[in-house]
């Protein structure tokens, strides 16, 4: 008991209620997110490509709204920004238990994209202001430990919910979001909480927000690099699923089970492989993601069957794993105090990686198939160690005081 209240107060209570809150929203989002492809076209017979953008203006819209909504953090306070997501969020939800035309589901699911690039940034940055430097990539890894423990109930909750009414899944996701805010806000209340850091940071403007990280040779090597991490990661919610249907028996069954599989490794292996990758630079861990990734994605070119692809998942799985959490910690160790919210926006461009993805995926997997898909993509995720090194040399000469970081 006593080490279980000792882990407890090592982090914020708002920290606790921001990683209790990703569990809550993310799982009943992918409760609803994964069938919104379905549900548009049984309710409203929509062509596959009106379709696509539907589901693609989301992380379109994005890449733009994270900086804006980072930038706004630090110049207003995490408080209003957070707040205003949850409720544009939740409201998002609301409207499409309502929406008939499609017109209307593509302007709910860019502003859902824009929300949430104002929140994820603005929430990562709070998370880093009210944790100890030593023990915030411990809180960024149990924030990823949090999503995907709504990953992998989310779907379950959200394939019951399609069988008794499709529009109760919306209505329970927009439920949920108003909770999360409500809760946060009075917890924010409490604890005095979502003013800027500094009086400097309310003086910054977005222009010199931009010059600033324009100049950050670090952070720019970090998103290209991260972008093309993402342009391979995208693949297995788009190309993967096809390749697989096309290619051995009970695919999408199978697909299934490595999603599970992959869910619930991060939350058994989250924490362990996260303490260990603590003894190393956090690029040297990034670049050996990098790694696991690429083979990852080789070996689905070569997927016979249910070991195989166990097998690849596995090796996706850690790259994801060493990867994420720690990029959100970098962002961290580059950011100034006054710019953190900024920063952590700043790098919302790597969803960039992850719009292109599945549109040039797509298009090799239908001219060239699968195996020289996933070797191409094998390559360039591999590619993106070369940004990691430019990026740490660069650190190190900025930071030389980081020995360990």
Known sequence: MNKLKSYYRQFHPIVWVLLSGTVLARGSAFATLPFLAIYLSRNLDLHPVLIGITIGISPLSGVIGGFLGGHLSDRFGRKPVMIGSLFSMSLVYFGFMVAETPGWFIVLNALNGLSGSFF??????????????????????????????GASVGPLLGAYLAVVSAKSAFMVTGIMYFIYLLILALMMKKYNLGNPASENASKVTIANSLKIIGKDKALRYLILGTIIINFGYSQMESNVPQYLESTIANGVFVYSVMLSINAVMVVLLQMPISHYAERFKTMQVMMAGAVFLSVGMLSFGFVTGWYTGILAIVFITIGEILIFPSSSYLVDQLATDELRGTYFGAAQFRRIGHFLGPIAGGYILSEAGGTVLFSFIALVVLGSILFFIQGNKIFIKTTPEVVKN
Do not use: C, H, V, W
């Not at 998370?127 to 023990?135: C, G, M, P, R």
């Not at 915030?136 to 423990?149: E, G, K, P, Q, W």
């Open 120 to 149: 994820e940034p603005t929430g990562q940055a709070l998370i880093a202001d009210l944790t100890e430097k030593s023990k915030r990539m411990r809180a960024f890894s149990l924030r990823y430990t949090a999503i995907n423990i």
